[in-house]
Structure formats: structure tokens, C-alpha cells
């Protein structure tokens, strides 16, 4: 069974920008989480799609946002793009809810210049 | 607000000794509780998941405990392998909600 898929590995983009980040989960989960990792903050939780519907929300503003496809991938996309953006982004998978192990991505690493 | 702390930031420990790792939490009551690992430049793989009712769970060389009166998870690795070195991450969660990690113990398995 494939794992986690997130495309693309790493990125570039210059501040003001936008960017979009695709994740495809294991086959025939349903819940896509998404993290962003930082070495001062460490991972936290941006949000959660399950069956195309956004389920939980993170703290973070307006210019992250999310969807999900009817086939469980998914896309998170960043507007307006600061330097504090620049950071590790994982997506995690579940079978269902958040009540089981989350399976992670290699994640994208994003780089704003 | 929430708020959950890892014993350390880094943990250097000799081959073939347990290693214990501490994870704490406020303000919070959590219904399950993880385990992740994570390799420089990987996301987190799972490792264990205890519920609020179990007191201890075990897999292989690995045994996690889980003290809601405390608010403490304790994480062991037995007869610790230079293998087992990387970073060590405690989730906690309640049905339906999102994870919340802690920031993370650095262990290193020194030969």
C-alpha cells in the first residue's frame, strides 16, 4: 500500500506570493490533516478535511486555507506569503477519524524569500 | 490553554540502557494519548497509542504508560539501539478533535 504522497518536496517562493501543496492520502482514508512544523513553535495543527468537509481548524489566518477532493487528496494553499511561512508542511492520513494513528507525509518543505 | 512539555530537549543515553522519555500536559484531558517518531527531514511515524482508561501499553522494546491523575505519559525504550536515535513526540487528542503534539525529545543512543 503507497504511503502519504505530498508534492511538491520542497519550494521557493518570494514574499507576497502564493503557493498551493497537493497531498495524497493512503488509499481509502478519508481524514487529511495538516501540520505546519517550525524548530520554535514544532508541529502544530492547521486543519482537518474528512470526506471533502473542513472538520477542525487550527489558530492560524485566513491566508492558509484548504480542500479536500471527493477522491481524499488534498490541497492546502498559503496567500500572501511572509517569511515567517517559511517552515516544514506535513499532511497526515487517517482511516476515518481522529481517533486512530495519523499516517504522515515526507512533507514540503517551503522556503520565503 | 493547553500546554504540554517533554522532559527535554535532548537525551543522551548509552547503548543497551533504557531510555525514558516525560511527557506532561495542562489545562487538558486528553481521551488518547501517542507516540511518534521523527527522522531529520521525515514526518512522524506512529508508534503507540494508549486510551485514558489503560495504564500501560508494550510493543516489542518499546512500553508507553499513561497517568491521567498525574497528567503524565512516560516512554520506554529497553535495551536502547544507536537505531533508536531521533526525535520523540507525544500527541494528545480527543475523539473527534485534533491532535495536539508536544515540541519533541531529542534522543541520541551513544555506542
Known amino acids: 500500500k503507497a504511503g502519504v504522497t505530498q508534492t511538491p518536496r520542497y519550494l521557493i517562493k518570494t514574499r507576497g506570493q502564493q503557493v498551493t501543496l497537493s497531498c495524497s492520502p493512503i488509499s481509502g482514508h478519508r481524514s487529511v490533516s495538516w501540520y505546519q512544523q517550525t524548530p520554535g513553535q514544532g508541529l502544530q495543527f492547521l486543519f482537518e478535511y474528512f470526506s471533502e468537509t473542513q472538520r477542525n481548524k487550527g489558530n492560524f489566518p485566513g491566508r492558509f486555507s484548504g480542500r479536500q477532493f471527493s477522491n481524499s487528496r488534498s490541497e492546502m494553499n498559503v496567500s500572501t506569503l511572509e517569511l515567517g511561512d517559511s517552515a516544514l508542511y506535513l499532511c497526515a492520513s487517517s482511516p476515518q477519524t481522529t481517533n486512530t494513528e495519523a499516517f504522515f507525509g515526507q512533507g514540503t518543505r517551503l522556503t520565503v524569500v | 490553554s493547553q500546554k504540554i512539555e517533554q522532559n527535554s530537549e535532548a537525551l543522551n543515553i548509552q547503548e543497551g540502557k533504557t531510555a525514558t522519555l516525560t511527557c506532561n500536559y495542562t489545562n487538558y484531558s486528553p481521551a488518547y494519548l501517542q507516540w511518534y517518531r521523527q527522522d531529520p527531514g521525515r514526518g512522524p511515524v506512529f508508534l503507540l497509542l494508549?486510551?485514558?482508561?489503560?495504564k500501560e501499553k508494550r510493543k516489542e522494546r518499546l512500553k508507553v504508560t499513561f497517568d491521567t491523575t498525574l497528567k503524565q505519559s512516560l516512554f520506554h525504550i529497553t535495551a536502547s539501539q544507536p537505531a533508536d536515535s531521533a526525535t520523540y513526540l507525544c500527541a494528545l487528542h480527543n475523539y473527534g478533535q485534533n491532535f495536539v503534539f508536544g515540541p519533541g525529545t531529542r534522543l541520541s543512543v551513544l555506542p
Open positions: 494508549i486510551r485514558e482508561n489503560e
